[in-house]
């Protein structure tokens, strides 16, 4: 069974900064792509970024030049380094792992719990 879980969300206020990440575990071979999705309250869970396995990245337009996705293929994990928060960016913010191939299944996709980040103003 693969599980994703989210760790580094918390409280900070306008303009800092916060460092999520996300391990994948399980009988894992590989992963296609992996990204980071946020949900306000009563809206729509979004995109923020993603990340292939051989690094190309794509970003939602309101995180460019703010927030920064990595991964480290060989510890099935992502990071997501988020600079200048701003109170809009207040959510739950959830890992999804695609296309991830273990010794039974090839193909599916996983999404962690969530991480609750909150920016004060």
């Known amino acids: 069974q693969v599980q994703l879980v989210e760790s580094g969300g918390g409280l900070v206020q306008a303009g800092g900064s916060l460092r999520l990440s996300c391990v994948a575990s399980?009988?894992?071979?590989?992963?296609?792509?992996m990204g980071w999705y946020r949900q306000a309250p009563g809206k729509q869970r979004e995109l923020v970024a993603r990340?292939?396995?051989?690094?190309?990245?794509n970003y939602a337009d309101f995180v460019k030049d703010r927030f920064t996705i990595s991964r480290d293929n060989a510890k099935n994990t992502v990071y997501l380094q988020m600079n200048s928060l701003k109170p809009e960016d207040t959510a739950s913010y959830y890992c999804?792992?695609?296309?991830?191939?273990?010794?039974?299944?090839?193909?599916?996709?996983?999404w962690g719990k969530g991480t609750l980040v909150t920016v004060s103003s």
């Open positions: 999804k792992a695609e296309g991830v191939r273990t010794s039974s299944l090839y193909g599916a996709t996983y």
């Open positions: 399980g009988s894992i071979i590989s992963i296609n792509a």
């Open positions: 990340i292939t396995s051989g690094g190309t990245t």
